[in-house]
């Protein structure tokens, strides 16, 4: 399944510093449906080269990270147990506090 | 004949003397100038109409109508929307980045009142971004230098200085209640533009406009990057219903440490001062319920659509029966202001609400030098190796001679080099079997390098000492030449 994946906000830090990364997540199998409780273990597994305890928490993300899945807030798309498809962009955004 | 050196100590000590005058100068002028502002705004709201005000049936005198021309002429806008901006009153959280650009234009539009809340001073290394400062300010409060220069744009409207840090013990005060500015006037607040540079302040001034019921237009830069959007208005969610947990500190980056380009800021701030008037004016559709993300790196903006936890909530709260979740402004919530005033955003947050350098303390004494007694090492001449822990770019900025840059975040990868550095270290002093080279580590701060000679000394370099205060104590004790960022 082809995804793009960015990175904003300082996470980007974590993956090289590249911000947008195109990905081709596999399935399991057939029948199964890219969640994206499964995604972000493989963005942890595949993606997150330092510091993973920035990205994750437990099995979620870290507090202060927004998730966009196509633009929209993934709480409102049933947030870990979102259903991924072929093309979809999610982003990764840690909030910013600076100014 | 005078000597040079005292012909310039003649000279700096007049331009002291000068300076002093000046700002003997500068606050009666700021004095008067509030003054005028409440005789002006008493005039206006005066029993005895005349021509010149509400002479023409909208409040606005001759005077007002040429300045504000331009907004009159948009249809949009008009006459009703410079009215509204001219009743309304602002409060900008922080004179800094966000707050420079975002007080400029709330000044220059034309907002009844405009207060500034800001506790620190101007600083050279701030101007890159605060540019409503100048730098004949340096060294004096942000509020009042910000206030200045409102004021120098339009001496028509009241400006209010508050010049000390939002806490909860101020913060209901302040933005609200009973506010009472220099000049003795009474001030309400109807928007706040929460312009702070870190988390615990985000999260007092967020809860402190739900108690209030006042809207919030936040905005935050670092780097490349900023973030938009309204809080508390039009149903839109609080910032706690967006982050209900605060993130790990380690996640809350500075721009005195990560750096920011100036104009992203800027660019935050001109948003906000216009969702501000949006909301002061009610022209348009403010931005609340939705974010703006702007990375100013690939030239994009990101507006997310729905940021609707609460709406979502509500709709559950329907189907379900179930109560709102935010401790802050759900529907069962019961935050009062005697809750807010208790309650300890540090402690919630981990992170102190005026913004200075942590300073560490992980190592004991031995593991520790100060840089003055290592300065006599190094002039002794004793056998050592000198790692910089500090990411490569800070490196290029300043570093001390023959220091060895190893960041600390790959430090643990890169043991094999500190070793052959004391290796040859060592051979090339000449040292023998029974002693060998001491290693110091240093930082910009000193932080980093204690947690550098922790890892050192888990992995055996027990000889690793840390560097106290890093190179800014190095630039105080040792060598004044080096510059300071
Ligand atoms: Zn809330």
Redo the contacts between chains.
């Keep these: 399944m082809q995804l793009t994946l960015e990175f904003?906000?300082?996470l980007e830090l974590l993956c090289d510093s590249v911000?947008i990364h195109n990905v081709n997540v596999s399935l399991k199998n057939e029948v199964d449906k890219l969640t994206m409780k499964d995604l972000l273990v493989w963005v942890r597994t595949n993606l997150i080269k330092?510091?993973p305890?920035?990205f994750m928490k437990g099995d979620n993300v870290?507090?202060?990270?927004?998730v966009?899945v196509n633009?929209?807030?993934w709480?409102?798309s049933g947030q870990l147990d979102t259903t991924l498809e072929d093309k979809d962009v999610v982003?990764f955004?840690?909030?910013?506090?600076?100014? | 004949m005078e000597s040079e050196g005292g012909q310039a100590a003649r000279i700096l000590s007049e331009i002291d003397t000068l300076k002093g005058k000046r700002s003997d100068i500068d606050n009666r002028i700021s004095a008067l100038e509030a003054q005028l502002g409440d005789l002006n705004i008493e005039k206006n709201n005066g029993s005895c109409p005349s021509i010149s005000t509400g002479g023409f049936g909208h409040g606005l005198s001759p005077d007002m109508i040429y300045r504000y021309s331009r907004h009159l002429l948009l249809p949009t806008f008009g006459v009703e929307g410079q009215s509204n901006l001219l009743k309304s009153s602002i409060l900008v959280v922080?004179a800094?980045?966000?707050?420079s650009p975002a007080l400029l234009y709330l000044a220059a539009c034309g907002v009844g009142k405009l207060g500034i809340v800001d506790h620190d001073v101007v600083e050279l290394n701030n101007m890159h971004r605060q540019v409503i400062h100048t730098e004949a300010y340096i060294g004096q409060p942000k509020a009042k230098s910000a206030a200045g220069t409102c004021r120098s744009i339009n001496s028509t409207i009241q400006i209010v200085e508050h010049q000390e840090a939002l806490r909860t013990s101020n913060a209901l005060d302040i933005l609200s209640q009973i506010a009472v500015s220099i000049t003795a006037n009474f001030v309400r607040y109807d928007i706040i533009v929460d312009?702070?540079?870190?988390?615990p302040s985000?999260y007092m001034i967020s809860d402190c406009c739900v108690v209030l019921g006042k809207p919030l237009v936040s905005?935050?830069?670092?780097?490349l990057?900023?973030?938009l959007t309204v809080y508390n208005h039009n149903g839109a969610p609080c910032y706690r219903c967006?982050?209900?947990?605060?993130?790990?500190t380690?996640?809350?980056?500075?721009?005195a440490d990560?750096g920011?380009l100036g104009v992203v800021?800027g660019i935050i701030?001109c948003l906000q001062a216009l969702e501000a008037i949006k909301i002061a004016t009610a022209v348009g559709e403010p931005l609340s319920g939705r974010?703006l993300?702007f990375?100013a790196?690939?030239a994009r903006i990101?507006?997310?659509?729905?940021?609707?936890?609460i709406f979502?909530s509500f709709f559950k709260v329907k189907i379900r029966g179930r109560s709102l979740q935010c401790e802050v402004c759900g529907e069962h919530s019961a935050f009062t202001q005697q809750q807010f005033k208790d309650f300890d955003y540090e402690k919630f947050t981990q992170s102190p609400l005026l913004v200075a350098p942590v300073k560490l303390n992980l190592l004991i004494e031995d593991y520790r030098i100060h840089s003055r007694e290592l300065k006599e090492k190094i002039v002794k001449g004793e056998a050592h190796v000198l790692v910089d822990v500090r990411p490569a770019h800070h490196f290029k900025i300043v570093s001390l001679p023959n220091a060895l840059n190893i960041p600390l975040?790959s430090l643990e990868f890169r043991l094999a080099e500190i070793s052959s550095a004391l290796k040859e270290e060592e051979k090339r002093k000449g040292i023998g079997f029974d002693s060998s080279a001491s290693l110091y580590v240093i930082c910009r701060r000193g932080n980093d390098s204690q947690r550098a000679v922790q890892l050192l000394h888990k992995v055996g370099f027990t000889s690793a000492r840390d560097i106290i205060g890093g190179l800014e104590a190095w630039a105080v004790d040792v060598d004044p030449n080096i510059p300071t960022y």
């Design positions: 904003g906000g300082g911000k330092e510091r305890e920035m870290r507090p202060g990270v927004l966009l633009d929209c807030d709480e409102l982003v955004i840690s909030t910013l506090h600076g100014g | 922080g800094g980045g966000l707050g312009a702070t540079d870190n988390a985000r905005g935050a830069a670092l780097g990057e900023g973030q967006l982050f209900p947990t605060p993130p790990p380690t996640a809350c980056q500075r721009c990560s920011v800021p701030g974010m993300l990375d790196f690939s990101r507006i997310v659509q729905s940021i609707l936890h979502k975040s």
